[in-house]
């Protein structure tokens, strides 16, 4: 009985942001598609990095590959290392 409520008790506990991993997800996230919360997912890049990737794209050019992002203010090469596992292009 301990065991379901412990079950329960961790279905009820709301995620934060810090907790959730793009791998959770079950799938990579289209950096040209996804919202700012959405890319707030991905490792080192926080809500405000996420305004950032999206202005860049609606104002320059979507993103083809993963080093098109390091055009973005504030995102270097290590970040670009990073989220790559987790997004995708198309």
């Not at 412990?6 to 791998?23: F, G, S, Y």
């Not at 104002?59 to 995708?88: C, H, M, N, W």
Request: zero cysteines; a positive charge; charged letters at 20%.
């Amino acid at each position: 009985m301990v065991f379901v409520w412990a079950i329960l008790l961790r279905l009820n506990t709301p995620l934060h942001r810090d907790q959730v991993q793009p791998r959770d997800l079950g799938y990579r996230i289209n950096v040209n598609e996804a919202d700012a919360p959405t890319l707030a997912l991905l490792p080192g890049i926080g809500p405000k990095l996420g305004q950032y990737i999206i202005a860049h794209r609606e104002t320059i050019a979507p993103f083809a590959k993963p080093e098109d992002l390091d055009a973005v203010p504030r995102i270097g090469p290590l970040t670009v290392q990073s989220i790559r596992p987790y997004i995708r292009f198309e």
